[in-house]
């Protein structure tokens, strides 16, 4: 499996942006999808984005689309989301996840799992 770690999260206000780092380690990162999912209280956790082993293919959620944008850099083992015109309802404990499959949008695949960082968006 793969260790995930992510960092970048924060208290920001509507509008603005932040960007979003997971770091890998533990194995060939470069031949796994990497995914975003979050998790607002008292919500369900949901799908985010996602980007395939090379980066080729992406994803996002309709709630996210045009304003989010994930990246990866294999050499460096690490994943980005960078989000930019956020809103409130983007509130979340935001996870970076990891999945064998070479693209995956879905959930169960992830078998990886950072403990998330805290994105918070005040109005």
């Known amino acids: 499996q793969v260790q995930l770690v992510e960092s970048g999260g924060g208290l920001v206000q509507a509008g603005d942006s932040l960007r979003l780092s997971c770091v890998a380690s533990g194995t060939t990162f470069s031949a796994y999808a990497a995914g975003w999912f979050r998790q607002a209280p008292g919500k369900e956790r949901e799908f985010v984005a996602t980007i395939s082993w090379s980066g080729d293919r992406t994803h996002y959620a309709d709630s996210v689309k045009d304003r989010f944008t994930i990246s990866r850099d294999n050499d460096k083992n690490m994943v980005y989301l960078q989000m930019n015109n956020l809103k409130p309802e983007d509130t979340a404990l935001y996870h970076c996840?990891?999945?064998?499959?070479?693209?995956?949008?879905?959930?169960?695949?992830?078998?990886?799992w950072g403990r998330g960082t805290q994105v918070t968006v005040s109005s």
């Open positions: 996840a990891a999945s064998s499959d070479y693209y995956s949008d879905y959930e169960p695949l992830f078998d990886s």
